[in-house]
């Protein structure tokens, strides 16, 4: 299948490139950076696409015709409540412009990667524990924001243009490469730094926890989803989850490989009030019914594959040293 990639050079895109690749799939990878050296493995074409530039989008579509778009380019949650005008610009302008691209050229399929960053506390009260896909929406960051309303057109362009979009609800996702600048970022330092620095001062306090999900599911839900039978699917965007630690439980989860690691906790003001906005659990009833959603890795399953992949990555230098 023609596929394309918007926002290909970040962490999700660096596994889904390999995914597709190793399916036969013919790619076009776009990002607004030139392809980074972490990527330099992944197969097919690389282009730059600027998916704030209209014309840029419509030009590229059109000239690639792609059957399936995954549109992943945006400003993630932290990074975007330091810039929130570049968050609108990237997340909200630029879905805009993709969804009328494909409704140009004509592409058949766009998958959506969204977030549990569209949950928040109501008005009325705390969010259910877990959070069902038709909660009410209060996100309260400008990230969560500009996904809610990607989700809404996403629904308004499958239901007036009958494009198939689809998407899902990421939890944090965790890989052995260096983060966007998510607030889940807490989670994989105190893999990379358990491993290079034998500790880590986490962000956020002992108890916050949060959905999480190991990148293998995570790339397997896009790939299941962007595969399955539209006739099965009754809905538009799919809650997924895989499991919810605190993050006193990864320290413990990690400490089992790493029995010399310390892990203490610092909680960041605006990170750690982005975490408790969102929540504990996701009920993804939904996915597992329609599309047979399940996750393979539990939390010690994850560490247990994690930590020696990230122990290889800082061998070879791929992990930056940064932070
Ligand atoms: N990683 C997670 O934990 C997580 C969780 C929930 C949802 N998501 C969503 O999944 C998608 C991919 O996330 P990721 O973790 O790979 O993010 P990332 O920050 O690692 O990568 C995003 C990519 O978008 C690119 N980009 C930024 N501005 C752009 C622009 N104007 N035009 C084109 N490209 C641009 C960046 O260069 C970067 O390579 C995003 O839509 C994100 O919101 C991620």
């Known amino acids: 299948m023609r596929i394309l990639i918007t926002g290909a050079g970040g962490q999700i895109g660096h596994d889904l490139i390999g995914a597709l690749v190793a399916e036969g799939h013919e790619l076009v990878s776009t990002d607004l950076a030139p392809r980074p050296p972490s990527h330099a493995h992944a197969g097919g074409d690389w282009q730059r696409l600027d998916v704030t530039d209209a014309a840029a989008v419509q030009h590229l579509f059109t000239e690639c015709r792609p059957e399936l778009v995954f549109h992943l380019a945006a400003i993630l949650s932290a990074s ?19 969804l009328e691209a494909c409704r140009r050229a004509r592409v058949n399929r766009l998958m959506f990667t969204s977030s549990i960053a569209v949950f928040g506390p109501p008005p009325s009260g705390p ?28 629904a308004y362009y499958r239901k007036r243009y009958d494009i198939d979009c689809r998407g899902v609800r990421f939890p944090g996702l965790i890989s052995a490469a260096m983060p966007g600048g998510g607030s889940s970022d807490y989670a994989l330092f105190m893999y990379v730094d358990g491993v290079r620095k034998n500790g880590y001062e986490a ?51 990690v400490g089992r490989l790493l029995p010399d ?46 930590v020696p992949r990230i122990r290889r990555m800082l ?9």
């Open 127 to 154: 969010l259910p524990d877990p959070a069902p896909d038709d909660s009410p929406l209060h996100p309260g960051t400008m990230y969560g924001v500009t996904k809610v309303a990607g989700e809404l057109l996403c």
């Open 203 to 253: 962000f956020a306090r002992a108890d916050t926890r949060i959905p999480l999900m190991y990148m293998p599911d995570g790339v397997r839900a896009l790939l299941e989803l962007a595969m399955a039978d539209r006739s099965k699917l009754t809905r538009t965007i799919y809650n997924i989850a895989a499991f919810s630690p605190r993050a006193d439980e990864i320290a413990t989860s």
């Open 261 to 306: 690691a310390k892990f203490t906790y610092k909680p960041d003001t605006i990170r750690q009030g982005i975490l408790d906005s969102w929540p504990k659990a996701i009920d993804d009833a939904a996915a597992r019914r329609d599309w047979g959603w399940k996750e393979r890795f539990d939390l010690d399953g994850m560490t247990d594959d994690l």
């Open 315 to 323: 061998e070879l230098g791929a992990i930056l040293s940064s932070h």
């Open 80 to 98: 975007g409540e330091a810039n929130p005008r570049l968050a609108y610009d990237v997340n909200q302008t630029g879905t805009w412009n993709v």
